[in-house]
């Protein structure tokens, strides 16, 4: 199975649906404020939700939500990069809830080969997540570093540093 691409294999306006999607729980929520020690009431406090926001219950934090979809987009655009260069963008659309399932795809916007080192180049991508609605709860654009393909043959090639299992 094939993880991430080389800069070649990317084409502009290419979209890359990410799969699967992913439920958010409670505890994913609470557990990302509590390690991000973002504690704002919003996100924790029920009793809080329920009594002082329009919505009436706890919102999932943003910043959860533009992870979960960093994350599912790797294996699809950046599980070869050589680095993330920049976050361009970052837009919470619409709130997710407890027990939304979001969805995320991606798609190309430019590429440029590198000027400096001719193994690589910069693919500029954006990513969308929505929930199981179809609504769009997030967006974000950024530029990611990717190797052309002659990077990873000089590296190893598709699994480098993979051992072998000694029998």
């Known amino acids: 199975m094939q993880f991430g691409r080389y800069y070649e294999e990317f084409e502009v306006g290419a979209v890359y649906k990410h799969w699967p999607g992913k439920t958010v729980t409670e505890y994913d929520d609470h557990l990302f404020c509590l390690i991000t020690m973002n504690h704002h009431p919003l996100h924790l406090d029920a009793h809080f939700a329920q009594e002082t926001t329009e919505f009436g219950k706890n919102v999932v934090v943003g910043n959860y939500i533009y992870s979960l979809l960093l994350g599912m ?57 929505y ?37």
Do not use: W
């Open 73 to 129: 987009s790797v294996p699809d655009v950046s599980g070869k990069a050589i680095a993330n260069l920049e976050v361009e963008s970052l837009k919470h659309t619409k709130p997710t809830f407890h027990g939304d399932t979001i969805y995320g795809e991606t798609e190309v916007l430019d590429k440029t080969p590198s000027k400096s080192k001719d193994d690589r180049g910069v693919v500029y991508v954006e990513t969308r997540g």
């Open 131 to 167: 929930k199981q609605d179809g609504t769009v709860v997030c967006t974000f654009r950024r530029k990611v570093m990717i190797p052309k393909r002659s990077y990873g043959d000089a590296r190893g090639g598709e699994q480098a540093g993979r051992p072998e299992p000694q029998v």
